[in-house]
């Protein structure tokens, strides 16, 4: 018996109905007409799931271009000795990182939509010029993308080994991943997964000696992102990136400024005679670079920036080179004039 027919032993007990449903007693067409509207709402089903697949894959295509343009422009660019790498997904690339931290040595290496499988990619033109220093931000993508953990840090680590390998004197420091605000806007990833990534990033870190900065906490606000620092519940606005800058400004430094030789220099304003006299005479700068004349000449072209401002530059160079070169004074032997 099919479900309409059911339809009068139903009303007969409510007569209150009687009278609607003589006139509306279900005619020969109905089943056709059920089997119709259900033909129509999976049609629309299925067109909506296609819409959605050809808007997702047209996104796709067109970040894979807008990466593949980034990482070709930023091989056109020149390298600089002691550059300050900022690597990442959109995060970093929207940091005016070179105006915080007024350092022209500062680049920013952050393209839109980089996972770690596309940081990874790019190691070897990030290496290239054997930067200074590498601040770390990924990891947000493959949330997003819903791989696993494990998937992850593979690739993590890859990004990490690389680096070390190809440029084994550059300094990396690999941020925590952000918080986000899933009331101020559509969020794909959880601040749960996104802890517990973290956790595990650290530990990755630890184990591979790479400085481990944790950034969540600074933004997080009730284990979400605080709603001063962002607009749609991930982005950082510029109160953000302020926050930013004040937490990891203290190992954004030039190589020179962490010399303790050059600052010596620099401040010594006397004739470069005196000068390499003085150099001499402090015990606790020169017998740690005499015996080392391969890091002197590494740092060379370090020195010329620690002299940009003096008049004396050129022959500061030369002088402190020769320094290096020629042997410390010999002592007079005991008992002679």
Not at 15 to 29: M, R
Not at 60 to 76: E, I, P, S
Request: aromatic share 12%.
């Amino acid at each position: 018996m099919a479900l309409w027919e059911y339809f009068p032993k139903i009303v007969h007990k409510c007569p209150i109905f009687h009278d609607q449903y003589k006139q509306t007693q279900p005619g020969p067409y109905l089943p056709y007409s059920l089997l119709l509207n259900l033909i129509l709402l999976l049609v629309g089903f299925f067109a909506y799931r296609y819409y959605r697949a050809q808007v997702f894959h047209a996104q796709q295509v067109y970040l894979q271009k807008y990466q593949q343009r980034h990482a070709a422009h930023f091989q056109t660019l020149p390298n600089q000795n002691g550059e300050i790498l900022f690597v990442g997904d959109e995060w970093i690339e929207e940091g005016p990182w070179d105006e915080l931290f007024q350092n022209p040595m500062v680049k920013n290496r952050g393209v839109r939509g980089n996972a770690t499988e596309g940081v990874l990619s790019r190691v070897g033109e990030l290496t290239e010029s054997e930067p200074a220093k590498i601040f770390l931000l990924v990891g947000h993508w493959d949330l997003n993308q819903g791989l696993g953990e494990a998937e992850i840090l593979k690739s993590y680590r890859q990004v990490l080994t690389e680096i070390k390998v190809k440029s084994p004197k550059t300094e990396i420091y690999a941020h925590s991943l952000l918080p986000v605000n899933p009331q101020l806007g559509n969020t794909r990833r959880t601040n749960a997964a996104t802890l517990s990534l973290n956790q595990k990033l650290e530990a990755l870190c630890a184990e591979l000696d790479v400085k481990y900065l944790n950034i969540f906490d600074d933004f997080a606000n009730a284990k979400v992102l605080n709603a001063s620092y962002t607009d749609n519940g991930e982005a950082l606005n510029g109160a953000g990136y302020n926050l930013w800058k004040n937490r990891i400004e203290k190992w954004v430094q030039t190589p020179s400024q962490k010399r303790p030789f050059l600052t010596f220099l620099k401040r010594n304003k006397k004739s470069p005679l005196k000068r390499r006299k003085n150099l001499r005479k402090n015990p606790a700068i020169f017998p740690k670079i005499h015996p080392h004349l391969r890091i002197a000449f590494e740092r060379y072209e370090k020195i010329i920036l620690a002299f940009s401002d003096c008049k004396w530059r050129f022959f500061a160079e030369l002088d402190f080179v020769f320094c290096l070169l020629s042997p410390p004074p010999a002592k007079p032997a005991k008992g002679t004039a």
